[in-house]
């Protein structure tokens, strides 16, 4: 089905990635109708994208006939998504303080149209605080804004921060058009009154002063769904491994490293109306940590023994403070569902979020942007199309509504 994009483009040296986005769109049979701030002219021409998405390329509140038709107002609103890429730190910063004062900004203060954006700057830029900050408003204000990529940088820097390459941009975009319409079940205190406990992130196990055990979990799911969860008016307390992820807006955060920390912070957290367990816990850990770092000897490797870390979610499901409703997930590389299936009946939990973690770094779902998830249930398995993760929050925060309030 032919969907409209209203394709922001600002002005960062990665604009020239916005001409290959056009034609992908095109391609994949939207229509897109483009606007331009006026650092974007330094990075790309209005007649290129205006060729390529065969529309008049829109660039100013000061055109007298567009604006005699409140030109703005229309543009806002007549998209089915309106797409900021790139974005950058200034674009976001205007977005989440509500300034006003271009037609890119103007049009996105007056729309009521689901914005996705795509940040790309500097990766000290991306990591100050106080993009940390308009992030975190924007987030909390119903704005989709998608993690950049990481890899080196025009400016000779290497780091989170890069935009994300077309290709991925328009399967974001597709997944948006994909998904169940969480957004309509979205309201404002849904879960008002309601506690709900999320684990994000992995576990650091030490091995010695500078080694630990851990895998790639990135938080971003957990996070993802903290927010979502806040979002629907709950009270949410996250329980975070180590990450570099800012802390979604209304979300009460506790820091921890190892399994051991996350399974006490965990305990203390309740009585909680519902309990979300995304963090993906190290199984193990080294049994007897050293002091010192570990040596490097010739001819020969050290022995590590490892013993078994405390099961974060059996624990809980057998707690006499057992929530209401106590969700697990599953990272799984093979058989996804049976594997799914069994570890809900095992560790006797209520519902299993599983998804398939396979797949080289950067590649897999673990640190990327997208996921595919199965929803395993007593009443059978719901396989989800693949969407952002914020999506994939946003859809898991409605259905955790849907059985709190039955």
């Known amino acids: 089905m032919t969907k409209r994009v209203l394709l922001i483009v600002g002005g960062g040296i990665a604009a020239y990635k916005a001409s290959e986005l056009v034609r992908l769109l095109k391609k994949a049979g939207h229509s897109v109708r483009c ?8 990075f790309v021409t209005p007649m290129t994208l205006a ?58 203060l007056a729309t009521d ?62 997944a948006h058009f994909a998904a169940p319409s969480p957004a309509s079940a979205q309201s404002i205190g849904r879960l008002s009154g309601r506690h709900i406990l999320v684990t994000a992130g992995p576990t650091h196990e030490p091995i010695d002063p500078v080694r630990y055990l851990a895998n790639r979990s990135s938080g971003k799911q957990g996070f993802a769904i903290a927010g979502a969860l806040a979002a629907f008016g709950a009270r949410v307390t996250l329980v975070a491994g180590p990450v570099t992820l800012a802390t979604p807006a209304g979300v009460d955060r506790i820091d921890v490293q190892t ?45 590590l023994h490892l013993t078994e870390n405390p099961d974060i979610l059996v624990t809980l499901a057998t707690s006499p403070h057992r929530p209401r409703l106590l969700i697990g997930f599953a990272a799984e590389t093979e058989d996804v569902i049976p594997h799914a299936t069994s570890k809900r009946t095992r560790k006797n939990v209520d519902w299993i979020v599983a998804n398939d973690v396979s797949g080289p770094p950067g590649q897999s779902v673990m640190g990327g942007d997208a996921n595919t998830v199965h929803l395993v249930t007593d009443t059978g398995v719901e396989s989800w199309s693949r969407m952002d993760k914020t999506m994939v929050a946003t859809a898991l925060a409605a259905r955790i509504a849907d059985a709190l309030d039955a």
């Open 259 to 303: 399994a051991r920390e996350m399974a006490e912070m965990v305990e203390k957290s309740l009585p909680a109306d519902a309990a979300v367990m995304v963090a993906a816990v190290a199984d193990w850990r080294a049994e007897a940590p050293l002091d010192q770092k570990i040596k490097k000897a010739a001819g020969g490797t050290p022995t």
């Open 35 to 42: 606007v331009m701030t006026e650092a974007a002219h330094h």
């Open 51 to 108: 060729a390529l998405s065969e529309d008049k390329v829109y660039t100013t509140l000061w055109d007298l006939k567009d604006e005699a038709e409140m030109g703005h107002i229309q543009l806002s609103r007549q998209a089915d998504l309106i797409v900021v890429a790139p974005a950058t730190a200034d674009l976001l910063a205007k977005m989440a303080a509500g300034i006003a004062d271009d037609l890119a900004t103007t049009l996105l």
């Open 113 to 174: 149209t689901p914005v996705h954006t795509f940040p790309a700057m500097n990766v000290r830029m991306w990591r100050h605080p106080a993009t940390s900050r308009n992030i975190a408003q924007l987030r909390a204000d119903g704005v989709t804004v998608h993690d950049p990529d990481e890899g080196a940088m025009a400016c000779g820097e290497y780091g989170p921060g890069r935009l994300p390459e077309p290709t991925a941009i328009l399967a974001a975009i597709e």
